[in-house]
């Protein structure tokens, strides 16, 4: 049987177990999904650990996303986006990737959403990197913006063909945008946007990272006028499908991984 899991601070709230183990089930995989939750300054420990012990692959999420760039081999992408948050411990060295930016693209295009044109994408932390990186390098025009400007100008200067912003000029950013994204966490604890409602229209096209809830007041706006909306937990499935046929070298069944996620939402 080949073990698979997660490590972060906290995971008890993870819905990485079900979605994993619905497409072991469903290929027939001997395989299980487990968590671990190591202290929070022992990210790298806890890789080495997990080697040691023969696991076959890990997810990463926060607080270790950064701790755990030492402890292995990196994919160019992770690198430039400088945050992992999968490792196949296949093939000996330990290789480090970042599937958000991954997730975020076939998120999108799942929706039969064409990337190209211009895309804007608020927040500039770990998620807007990837994010940024992902939509830049699919061919679009990113413009970051961030409540903080200098930190979007400076993200943007790592990331092809890109410009950094701030907040107050978001209505003009999405004028003529194909692409939204919202990469902050604003509208997961309260009923509330970053982004003004008459910046959208009905050519756009929204995905907002936050999953809880499902439907964001952001989705809701954009709805409303018009504009075509994808939540949360498609790019959280997304990451763990291009996760999941890393490790496995199979076709994630792409269902009943949505199903036992959403199941769990």
Known sequence: ?????????????????????????????????????PAADEGAVAVEAADRLGVAGLNVTIPFKQDVLDAVSLDPLAER????????????????YNTDAVGAVRALEHHG??????????????????????????????RIANRTE???????????????????????LLADADVLVNCTSVGMDEDETPVPAGGLHGGLAVLDAVYSPLETRLLRDAAAVGATTVD??????????????????????????????????
């Open 81 to 96: 986006i400088g945050a992992v948050n999968t490792i196949d411990f296949d093939g000996g060295t330990p290789t480090g």
């Open 1 to 37: 049987m080949d073990v698979y899991g997660l490590i972060g601070n906290p995971v008890g709230h993870s819905l990485s177990p079900p979605m994993h183990e619905a497409g072991y089930e469903a290929l027939g995989i001997d395989a299980k999904y487990v968590t671990f939750e």
């Open 232 to 265: 949360g937990a498609w790019m959280l499935l997304y990451q763990g499908v291009e996760a999941f046929e890393r490790w496995t070298g199979e076709n994630a069944p792409i269902d009943p991984m949505n199903d036992a996620l959403r199941a769990g939402l």
């Open 113 to 142: 959403i064409e990337l190209s044109g211009t895309a804007v994408v608020v927040g500039a932390g770990g998620a807007g990197r990837a994010v940024a990186f992902g939509l830049a390098d699919e061919g679009m025009t990113v």
């Open 150 to 172: 200098w930190k979007a100008r400076d993200l943007a200067a790592e990331v092809p063909d890109a410009s950094g912003h701030g907040l107050d000029g978001l209505d003009e």
